[in-house]
């Protein structure tokens, strides 16, 4: 296995997707609003600032490390194996989570009206919200 990897240029290939991964991740998560990438990204890790009680919902189906839960500061790493996916996915989820939290202080007592996305009520507008902010990424 080591030949196979450092042989040739599969590690090079393997850290240049892993990079590209965390780019497109950190593009995503900087394209909601609630959230920011506080520092650069520099390979394939994402440091990102998530609103209120998001990265613990997110965190429920995406694996990843709180770095400061004070400030709402999270770590994400890609690898050689998450695949486009894997970070639309959890850019997704994250805006759903975001948006989430905004439908339910705007919705107060009127959520168990909110049509629902993947198992979370949202308002209908935030998957046309999603798709345009994926699509422009």
């Not at 042989?7 to 965390?22: D, F, K, T």
Request: glycine share 10%.
């Amino acid at each position: 296995q080591l030949l196979a990897l450092f042989g040739g240029e599969l590690w090079r290939e393997n850290a240049e997707h892993a990079n590209a991964m965390a780019a497109r991740l950190a593009a995503g998560i900087a394209a909601i609003d609630g959230c920011s990438v506080p520092l650069p990204r520099q390979a394939n890790g994402v440091f990102a600032i998530l609103p209120g009680e998001v990265a613990e919902r997110v965190s429920e189906r995406y694996a990843f490390h709180t770095w400061d839960a004070s400030t709402g500061l999270v770590r994400f790493l890609c690898s050689w194996d998450t695949t486009d996916g894997d970070v639309d996915g959890l850019i997704a989820a994250v805006a759903v989570e975001v948006d989430r939290g905004a439908a339910l202080v705007a919705w107060g007592d009127g959520v168990d009206d909110l049509p629902v996305v993947e198992g979370i009520a949202v308002p209908a507008e935030v998957g046309l919200q999603i798709l345009r902010r994926l699509g422009d990424s």
